[in-house]
T-cell receptor
Framework: DGGITQSPKYLFRKEGQNVTLSCEQN?????MYWYRQDPGQGLRLIYY???????QKGDIAEGYSVSREKKESFPLTVTSAQKNPTAFYLC??????????????FGSGTRLTVV | AQKITQTQPGMFVQEKEAVTLDCTYD???????LFWYKQPSSGEMIFLIY????DQQNATEGRYSLNFQKARKSANLVISASQLGDSAMYFC?????????????WGAGTKLIIKP
């Protein structure tokens, strides 16, 4: 079955360490997105990508970096510059089309904790 | 200005009762789509229902229906005969036709708790 796989499910980061969250999809979707969610809060867009080798900053990109070398993959690196990285991270993908009914398919998320 | 407003941060509802979760939106684009997603405590986001701005009838999917009032710019989610498993966060989202980035704009969510 097609879907989005995020790994790991839980991740612990030490102060000053970079960590990378994986997001892989086999839906043949062009667009991919990374969101951050703090407890009890909504989704905040970190980065998004419409095509391979291209991506744009979202609302809270500082302290994060991404790459899009393959259509299927959109990894997110949480750098040491991100001072408060403890959160739940969701990856999503979508068909990049003008069809309004195309929503997002989400992965199951990664819970990142700074220790 | 907020494009998607969910005014109910939290709601408690008795099991088997119907639930209405509010969502108002703001757009000048005549072409748009509205979505509702459910997020259980496990964290995954589950698509529930979609309504297009040109759809003549309110969308329905099983126990979910969307009360779409275009003139009021409101797209409330109605859950009939609530169940304990309906306890979750619910998010309303909008996609505008003129957005070449094809992004969804999200509301802040409503936390629904079903009481036995």
């Amino acid at each position: 079955d097609g879907g989005i796989t995020q790994s790991p499910k839980y991740l612990f980061r030490k102060e000053g360490q970079n960590v990378t969250l994986s997001c892989e999809q086999n839906l043949n979707h062009d667009a991919m997105y990374w969101y951050r969610q703090d407890p009890g809060q909504g989704l905040r867009l970190i980065y998004y990508s419409q095509i391979v080798n291209d991506f744009q900053k979202g609302d809270i990109a500082e302290g994060y970096s991404v790459s899009r070398e393959k259509k299927e993959s959109f990894p997110l690196t949480v750098t040491s510059a991100q001072k408060n990285p403890t959160a739940f991270y969701l990856c999503a993908s979508s068909i990049a089309s003008s069809g309004l009914h195309y929503g997002y398919t989400f992965g199951s998320g990664t819970r990142l904790t700074v220790v | 200005a907020q494009k998607i407003t969910q005014t109910q941060p939290g709601m408690f509802v008795q099991e088997k009762e119907a639930v209405t979760l509010d969502c108002t939106y703001d757009t000048s684009d005549p072409s748009y789509g509205l979505f509702w997603y459910k997020q259980p405590s496990s964290g995954e986001m589950i698509f529930l229902i979609y309504q297009g701005s040109y759809d003549q009838q309110n969308a329905t999917e099983g126990r979910y229906s969307l009360n779409f009032q275009k003139a009021r710019k409101s797209a409330n989610l109605v859950i009939s005969a609530s169940q304990l498993g309906d306890s979750a966060m619910y998010f309303c989202a909008m996609r505008e036709g003129r957005d070449s980035n094809y992004q969804l704009i999200w509301g802040a969510g409503t936390k629904l708790i079903i009481k036995p």
